[in-house]
């Protein structure tokens, strides 16, 4: 492969290739690729990825959805720990 081939996965790690890692992710035919780029979604974070996520779990390839999920339970837990270090959850349980 040379310099003008396709660009890796890890190459596009970084918050300006949303789109671009979004697209991989939609219509690269291999699905190891499409997973690889959910992954790396996963680890940028961000509101941009939710509708790419949402679509790769109507994905045809068992893989890709299931890496899907797997990122949107990472995401869902960040939050969850976030929501638990702030002090959100005691200032909704203290009396008015």
Do not use: W, Y
Not at 45 to 60: H, M, R, T
Not at 70 to 81: A, C, G, P
């Amino acid at each position: 492969m040379g310099l003008c081939g396709p660009p890796t996965v890890k190459k596009l790690l970084d918050r300006e290739n949303v789109e671009k890692l979004l697209e991989v992710a939609r219509s690269e035919k291999s699905s190891q690729i499409r997973r690889e780029a959910l992954n790396a979604l996963g680890k940028i974070g961000g509101q941009e990825i939710i509708d790419g996520l949402v679509q790769a779990l109507k994905d045809s390839n068992h893989g890709v959805r299931e890496e899907a999920g797997r990122v949107f339970r990472e995401i869902v837990d960040r939050l969850v720990q976030a929501v638990k270090d702030s002090d959100l959850i005691e200032q909704e349980l203290k009396p008015c």
